[in-house]
């Protein structure tokens, strides 16, 4: 009787336990955020109204960074689609990870299997994952999602409108929206070769997209552009692009109105590199890794801020697992949280970013570091020896062949020659130089200033171990033995 009465106990003791245990859980999970991570491709910060460009439509990215937070001194790790979108999802630099460069086609670059992502961590830790768009990483063991959802990537309406289910979920949900927009459009070789790049724009429109078209004279040239008609036709259907994803982004906005859950959920705005033209995308200027960063967070006070914070790519893992109260360890990421700092518009500490890009197209092997620290930055070109290469869609940009086919001297600022012939390290004062076309590293003055940068480039690559850091004077410190063991 008495072992009876034991049993009976120990079974209600383990029932309530199992029940506090989903309590404890199902508190767990719904005190969770939803998260949005919004990722653009090849949008850079001069086309956005609240980045200070008064010509371009973007009223409802506006209306997020007048709710949110912007942040000014965000950086990708590589101005390359699958390198950076690697990153962003691994919170790990690319040449750690073997995600040296695009993975589709003959590219064929992947991430290694061992690898745990940012979707796969928070499937495990109980939300919903959902990825619609451009995907552009692989394998998808290592970046596995719960849904895949399925709409043109360059109809950002058709995209928010087939996500209303995954924001309608009774889990907590991770929506990882990647848009086509603005990349450039087929076809790249195009026949006249003056004839503008479409950027995805299509004469007869999209379903539920309003055409917001753009005259040439009206758009703004950056300076790193040469500023001629070919320029400014191709700037015009880039801005013709990037308000088609402002549309799509504010029915996104709608939809999770509509859910009841927009005060519950965390909302991103970045892209994965900047604007699809020589001088910026797959460089390592400011054009090419300076992005914009626009989070609003519900819980937070903050509105309409501004954050002067360097962060990067890299830290957005962590980043998003720190809101998404999952736990993990600091030292399985090369990047940081900078949840705690999105409020604090000059932060302590958050100064200094590196840079790695390998390659874009496996044909275009130029590998670059890049540390900002304070006022300077130092690139090294590795491979200066080499021209600079050219990704396909921008050596066939009208935007360049009108300078190459005329024997210009000037693309922008630079000369032809200095953008296709790098020294070994660019030296730039990016406080007083933001254009960085005086290159200090020959220069006496500043000696102690590059060999200090040197080191802390080293340190990096030694830290995230860079097989690169080998071309330091044949430096074997991350050798390997050739032998499986």
């Not at 200070?52 to 209306?63: C, E, F, M």
């Not at 504010?250 to 991103?268: N, P, R």
């Not at 171990?465 to 390997?480: V, Y």
Request: aromatic share 12%; charged share 25%; proline share 5%.
């Amino acid at each position: 009787m008495r072992c009876y009465i034991l049993i009976v106990f120990l079974c209600f003791l383990s029932c309530s336990e199992s029940r506090n245990n989903d309590v404890k859980e199902s508190i767990s999970i719904s005190s969770s955020p939803n998260i949005i991570l919004f990722v653009a491709d090849d949008h850079g910060t001069d086309a956005l109204g609240c980045y200070g460009n008064p010509v371009i439509k973007t009223p409802n990215l506006d209306k997020l960074a007048s709710e949110g937070v912007k942040f000014t001194n965000a950086y990708c790790t590589s101005a390359s689609c699958a390198a950076s979108r690697s990153v962003i999802l691994s919170g790990l630099y690319g040449h750690a990870t073997g995600s040296y460069g695009h993975v589709h086609d003959y590219h064929h670059f992947s991430t290694y299997e061992e690898v745990k992502s940012l979707s796969n961590r928070l499937s495990e830790a109980g939300y919903l994952t959902a990825r619609i768009g451009k995907y552009h990483v692989a394998p998808e063991q290592v970046y596995k999602f719960d849904k895949v959802l399925k709409a043109n990537p360059r109809n950002t309406v058709e995209m928010a409108d087939a996500c209303a289910d995954v924001l309608n979920s009774k889990k907590p949900f991770f929506l990882y929206f990647c848009t086509d927009d603005p990349h450039r459009g087929q076809p790249f070789n195009p026949e006249p070769w003056d004839v503008p790049n479409s950027f995805g724009n299509k004469s007869e429109g999209y379903k539920g997209v309003e055409q917001i078209t753009y005259a040439p004279d009206e758009v703004l040239v950056p300076e790193f552009l040469p500023d001629n008609k070919q320029t400014r036709q191709e700037i015009a259907q880039y801005y013709q692009s990037v308000s088609r994803i402002d549309q799509g982004f504010g029915k996104l906005m709608a939809h999770l109105k509509k859910s009841g859950k927009i005060d519950e959920t965390i909302v991103f705005y970045i892209s994965d590199n900047g604007m699809a033209f020589p001088g910026a995308k797959t460089t390592v200027y400011e054009p090419g890794i300076k992005l914009p960063c626009i989070i609003k967070n519900p819980k937070t006070s903050k509105r309409g801020a501004t954050n002067a914070a360097r962060i990067s790519w890299v830290d957005i893992t962590p980043t998003i697992l720190d809101m998404a109260q999952v736990d993990y360890k600091a030292n399985e990421f090369h990047g940081k949280s900078f949840k705690n700092i999105i409020d604090i518009e000059n932060a302590r500490g958050w100064n200094k970013i590196y840079a790695s890009h390998t390659f874009h197209e496996i044909t275009m092997y130029y590998p670059m570091r890049v540390v900002i620290d304070g006022d300077y930055k130092l690139i090294w070109n590795i491979a200066y020896r080499l021209d600079y290469p050219f990704a396909s869609d921008l050596w066939a940009a009208s935007t360049w062949q009108a300078i190459y086919r005329n024997d210009e001297e000037y693309f922008g600022q630079r000369t032809v020659k200095d953008y296709m012939f790098r020294p070994e390290f660019e030296l730039f004062n990016i406080s007083t130089d933001p254009s960085e076309s005086n290159n200090l590293a020959s220069d006496n003055n500043y000696k102690n200033i590059l060999e200090s940068m040197k080191v802390k480039m080293k340190d990096f690559q030694l830290r995230t171990k860079d097989p690169w850091l080998i071309m330091w004077d044949h430096d074997g410190s991350l050798q390997g033995t050739g032998v499986n063991l």
